[in-house]
């Protein structure tokens, strides 16, 4: 039971050690100050991770001492005591204490002035950071400089400080020391630069979070005080190169927004191409660009001479959603990044699953430059244009950020798939690309229908060469 403490008496020399509970009401035994305070008995292995119980502590004397040698016993106030950390909080300054086995700890109140308050905190064994944000499949725009990392903690109120690293290709590189907040503000550009990163797209970028406790302890000795982004994710400049020299029809589009929703195409190429083609939805045909791209148009261009060409804009750093209408629409990947088509959401359905449900024809159609084929796809590649045929105005295709390099689930369907490839003949390197292949799939499948299913089957691109 609690035991009341002693008030010293007037004229002699005393050093009295108490617990304070000036906050209680209505004491029976007039007193507010105790030598034994007995809390509610709890098992801290079944406790909360954040879990604390604390006693206020003070020790007050008349004697002039510079050492104050302190002596408390915990027994039969925590069970199991080998899974809990004792620690003395003196102004917000945390040391643990240890034990021999006993219930008995000692610490030393040094630099004693007669007076003093702390606490006694019991605890669970370790406090812990878990990373948020980013996590891995995100797209950093480093031309915005900071970047909001956001945490988790357990403990909060025993970390001294956090530490925050970035790690590219296994090497480590420091941001700095913050104090734990939830959100962290990071001036990523400037660390970037700094340490020679020039790179216009960095795609293996992963975070790393360690936090010092306040008894100046790390990760060396805690696990849960380090955590590393789970998958890696995307930092990117708001200037990217595109295209190369490869001879022949391209099907492309910008990979960077614009506030003005439009790329002047006289700023894309260092040589502007003799063609430049883009698809008209009310007329249903190509026609040749002037002087204006839109930011999440496909476009068709010819290269017959080496050129390079950068697009500058507005990283979409967040789920970027265009909106076509019936028919065939030429739209592209807004991204800087691979997406693969299972994660694009159509009203809000993944691709397949719209597909099924007749809001879309079940394939994209890419232009392979390398064999001048059209062909269907399931990934596109970063700046590729595409093909989507809708069945209805206004339906909403949502590109969201993802990790990259997930393997297909594997699953398999009842039935069987001929791909068919259709083109000239015999042509030599120098001029293939004049004439335009296209691919013809065939199946069988146990539920199929000998009609056209809306979400199964697909008609063709409404043309043949560009």
Known sequence: KDVINPIPQPGGQYIDVYFPHHDWEDIPFGSADLTQDIHKFFNIDEADADYEKKWKVVVESNVSFSNVELSFDLSNQLSPLEFARVFIDRNGVYTEL?????????????????????????????????????????????????????????????????????????????????????????????????????????????????????????????????????????????????????????????????????????????????????YDTGAGNLSYASSQIAADEGFYLFNDVPMTGFFSGIVNTGPHTITVNTGWNLIGNPLVSEVTIDSVLVNGEYWYDAAANGSIAPTPIIFDNAT???????????????????????????????????????????????????????????????????????????????????????????????
């Open 98 to 278: 240890f034990t021999n086995g006993s219930n008995e700890f000692i610490f030393i109140l040094d630099n004693f002035t007669g007076y003093e308050e702390f606490n006694i905190v019991v605890s669970k064994p370790e406090a812990a950071v878990r990373i948020i944000y980013p996590n891995g499949g995100d797209i950093i725009d480093r031309s915005a400089n900071s970047l909001i990392v956001e945490l988790k903690y357990v403990m909060v109120d025993f970390i001294q400080r956090l530490q925050l690293y970035y790690e590219i290709e296994g090497n480590s590189y420091f941001l700095g020391d913050y104090s734990p907040e939830n959100e962290v503000v990071v001036s990523i550009a400037d660390s970037l630069d700094s340490d020679g990163f020039i790179e216009e797209i960095m795609d293996d970028v992963v975070l790393v979070a360690r936090i010092i406790d306040k008894n100046g302890e790390n990760d060396a000795l805690h696990h849960t005080y380090k955590d590393v982004s789970d998958n890696p994710f995307i930092i990117a400049k708001n200037q990217i190169q595109l295209f190369d020299d490869q001879f022949g029809w391209h099907l492309a589009t910008p990979p960077l927004g614009s506030e003005s929703g439009n790329h002047s195409i006289s700023s894309i190429f260092n040589t502007v191409p003799e063609n430049i083609l883009s």
């Open 372 to 466: 001048a084929t059209h062909k269907g796809t399931d990934y596109l590649e970063m700046g590729t244009g595409f093909w989507i045929y809708a069945y209805s105005d206004g339906t909403e295709i949502s590109f969201p950020p993802h990790l990259q390099n997930i393997e297909d689930s594997g699953e398999h369907s009842d039935g069987w798939l001929i791909t068919l490839n259709a083109r000239e003949a015999n042509l030599s390197p120098d001029n293939f690309a004049y004439s335009i292949g296209s691919e013809v799939k065939i199946g069988v499948h146990e539920s199929a229908w000998d009609i056209f299913e809306e979400g199964e089957d697909q008609e063709s691109i409404p043309f043949g060469n560009p």
